[in-house]
């Protein structure tokens, strides 16, 4: 059954202004699953205004109240986390383990943010003169424009709508073109725990309407996830008319293995790391940089175990890896294994298209022989391909790791706690794992990176409030006279 799907504008479900729809395609099946309406300037225009106008009663609600509503997102989306899984899959491709986990996500971003609803912590200081009382206290922005990708469809918007909303911010969000399904069943959440009419706004389709929101006067703040062309093209617009822009773009990832990790725990990291999700996560791991004497073993093992993986539709029980998200993708990714050879690798598994009548599927695949500086090395691929890179000590593997663009995460495999805290210290990723995979972020910990990855700023965490709050200065003085400090050349 085709899904059709519409915009939610101030509380309502609504057509766009053009009547212009476009397709969403099961990757796995070419199926067609829904369509939904392709915004454009003029349903960005009524969006920002539904949220403006809502704006003026939400940023007034308590922040504790604001929290339980989010409390109750969290509770229908566990009573619907099922549901919602098995739509992502069919939407987007990965396997239901993994949408169940996508889920779960936005589940612990609704409680540890409907907590901060009775934190949103500000703080006090002392001030130079008697009877006066300072203090800096987190305030609202007004209108958000989120901008996110199909690969979390559900866990990267909430990391941003979450404190966006539990701050009184009320939110425009544009999701990806391939998720309109699965975004529009988040949003149905939202709805049904009682945020009222306005306060989130969803306008799906193309690059239109977030270029149109980027740049909309009336938004204050646009947080983005997505690839880095499209994220510093956000960036300079909507700088040149001068919003705060919060960016998370690519990673080149990497798991560093030194001859004395233990073996086995490092291959199942590398095969979860580089292959779940189909490699198409932000921190997925396309970089396996290894050291000299437990290269042979460590490939053998890997090998065999990418050999194994059995790709397929995510929604049937026995699969472990899905399809790309879409044909461009596949393109993209099949395009990378020319480079590769060109460049001087060798295929060691895989390489290819996994035979199968329809759907976007290419097999795991482990290239060899691969140098820094390759392209292979060094551009985001963001398919299903390891390429491994040989070093002869920790310091040429920290080397490496650190010469990519990117910056986001991290990992080290090794027994010996020196090399453990010299790695902590010297990998230059906004995240970085000891003995565990490069993917795995848990949302009480800043997420984000260094470098090309983004432009500063950090998701989640003790950072999570930061994109969408500005901090208001506060001085109060109860003395009933004029004051002046003794030096009172302040601004
Ligand atoms: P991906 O390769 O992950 O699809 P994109 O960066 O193209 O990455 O997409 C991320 C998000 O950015 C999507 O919601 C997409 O529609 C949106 N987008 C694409 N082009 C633009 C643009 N020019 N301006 C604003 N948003 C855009």
Redo the contacts with the bound molecule.
């Keep these: 059954m085709v899904q059709q799907i519409r915009h939610f504008i101030g509380g309502e479900w609504v057509n766009s202004a053009s009547g212009e729809t476009f397709e969403s395609i099961n990757p796995a099946t070419e199926e067609v699953i829904a369509i939904a309406p392709k915004g454009d300037v003029s349903d960005i225009d009524k969006a920002v205004e539904a949220a403006k106008k809502a704006y003026t009663q939400w940023r007034l609600i308590p922040a504790p109240r604001r929290g339980e509503i989010l409390y109750e997102v969290a509770r229908i989306l566990q009573e619907r986390k099922e549901d919602l899984a098995r739509l992502m899959t069919q939407e987007m491709g990965k396997i239901l383990a993994e949408t169940r986990g996508d889920v779960q996500e936005a589940i612990d971003m609704a409680y540890y943010m409907g907590g901060e609803g009775r934190r949103m912590q500000g703080y006090t200081a002392p001030v130079e003169m008697p009877n006066k009382f300072g203090m800096a206290i987190r305030d609202s922005v007004g209108v958000v424009g989120l901008?996110?990708?199909?690969?979390f469809p559900v866990a990267v918007p909430s990391w941003k709508m979450l404190p966006a909303l539990v701050a009184g911010n009320c939110v425009v969000w544009?999701?990806?073109?391939?998720t309109p399904a699965i975004s529009a069943a988040f949003v149905q959440v939202f709805a049904d725990a009682g945020l009222p009419a306005g306060v989130l706004n969803l306008v799906t389709?193309?690059?239109?309407?977030?270029?149109?929101?980027?740049v909309h006067p009336n938004v204050r703040v646009i947080s983005?996830?997505?690839?880095?062309?499209?994220?510093l093209?956000?960036y300079t617009?909507a700088a040149a008319v001068g919003k705060k822009v919060t960016l998370e773009?690519g990673g080149k990832n990497a798991i560093i293995v030194m001859d004395d990790a233990n073996l086995s725990l490092a291959v199942d990291a590398i095969n979860w790391s580089a292959f779940g999700t189909t490699g198409q996560r932000c921190t997925a791991t396309s970089r396996l940089i290894v050291q000299k004497g437990i290269k042979p073993k460590l490939l053998e093992a890997l090998a065999e175990k990418a050999k194994m993986i059995k790709v397929g539709y995510g929604i049937q029980p026995d699969v472990q890896m899905g399809p790309l998200?879409n044909m461009?993708?596949l393109n993209k990714v099949a395009s990378y294994m020319d480079v590769a050879k060109t460049d001087g690798a060798r295929v060691l598994v895989g390489g290819g298209r996994a035979d199968m009548d329809k759907g976007f599927f290419f097999l795991p695949t482990i290239l060899d022989g691969v140098k820094q500086g390759m392209r292979v090395e060094q551009e985001e691929i963001?398919g299903p391909v390891l390429s491994v890179i040989e070093v002869e000590s920790l310091e040429e593997a920290i080397h490496v790791n650190n010469s990519t663009a990117y910056g986001l995460s991290s990992s080290i495999f090794t027994e010996n706690v020196n090399a453990a805290f010299r790695a902590i210290r010297d990998l230059t990723t906004g995240i970085v794992y000891i003995n565990h995979g490069t993917t795995g972020a848990e949302i009480q910990f800043p997420f984000g990176g260094t470098r090309g990855t983004g432009n500063g700023m950090r998701e989640a965490g003790a950072s999570a409030l930061d994109s969408f709050t500005e901090w208001k200065s506060v001085y109060v003085d109860f003395s009933g006279q004029l004051q002046r400090a003794q030096i009172d050349n302040r601004e």
């Excluded at 901008?147 to 690969?151: A, S, Y």
Aim: charged share 15%; aromatic share 8%; hydrophobic share 40%.
């Design positions: 901008i996110t990708p199909w690969n544009k999701p990806s073109e391939d389709g193309a690059g239109e309407a977030g270029a149109a929101l980027a983005f996830t997505g690839s880095t062309a499209t994220g093209s956000v617009k773009m998200v461009k993708a963001f």
